[in-house]
């Protein structure tokens, strides 16, 4: 069965770092989405890939993130200076963008930052 | 703006009892779609369903069943005759039709034997 996944699956870095979180979807799937999950909280949406843009994104994902679908396999999501409050598990997850609206997710990168 | 509330934080049953868990949401959108998601221990985020908001209706697929009514704007998930292994975080989300979610804060099931 396809799967997304995702590496690395725990990334250490110091704060003011850039770290590059990477993805690789479903092949034949059209949208893409990242989102957040601070220890023992909810989740949160950073943003959402369509057609090779964002299509929306969250009041969290300011300047310092990016997001990149280089080569059209792998999705990253980018840190430009990390800070301590970005410490969280990163999801990806892939859409077909038709029926069945079915959301893949993968197993998520535990960031933490020092 | 989006809502999403989920008012009950955790929920605990006894094996084979039935669980239904709220989902209240806001929206100013006409099209959007409501998720729900399970989280085990383990941190997986599992997708379960989604509905259109011209869908509405209950459904049942084996012992989970879903109520969305946009007049009470509900999205109630029901686990029929809990197990153990359905201990888990439950999220609700809203997703705009351009497709920016917002998530509840999730209910947390615990279902002990």
């Known amino acids: 069965e396809p799967e997304v996944t995702q590496t690395p699956s725990h990334q250490v870095t110091q704060m003011g770092q850039e770290v590059i979180l990477r993805c690789v979807p479903i092949?034949?799937?059209?949208?893409f989405y990242w989102y957040r999950q601070i220890l023992g909280q909810k989740v949160e949406f950073l943003v959402s890939?369509?057609?090779?843009?964002?299509?929306?994104k969250s009041e969290i994902f300011d300047d310092q993130f990016s997001v990149e679908r280089p080569d059209g396999s792998n999705f990253t999501l980018k840190i430009r200076s990390t800070k301590l409050e970005d410490s969280a598990m990163y999801f990806c997850?892939?859409?077909?963008?038709?029926?069945?609206?079915?959301?893949?997710f993968g197993p998520g990168t535990r960031l933490t930052v020092t | 703006a989006q809502k999403v509330t989920q008012a009950q934080t955790e929920i605990s049953v006894v094996e084979k009892e039935d669980v239904t868990l709220d989902c209240v949401y806001e929206t100013r959108d006409t099209t959007y779609y409501l998720f729900w998601y399970k989280q085990p221990p383990s941190g997986e985020l599992v997708f379960l369903i989604r509905?259109?908001?011209?869908?509405?209706q209950i459904e049942i697929s084996g012992r989970y069943s879903w109520n969305f009514q946009k007049s009470t704007s509900s999205f109630n998930f029901t686990i029929t005759a809990s197990q153990v292994v359905d201990s888990a975080v439950y999220f609700c989300?809203?997703?705009?039709?351009?497709?920016?979610?917002?998530f509840g804060a999730g209910t947390q099931v615990v279902v002990t034997p």
């Open positions: 997850a892939s859409e077909p963008g038709q029926d069945p609206y079915e959301q893949y």
């Open positions: 092949s034949n799937h059209l949208y």
């Open positions: 509905r259109n908001s011209f869908d509405e």
């Open positions: 989300a809203l997703r705009d039709s351009w497709g920016k979610f917002q």
């Open positions: 890939f369509y057609n090779n843009e964002i299509s929306e």
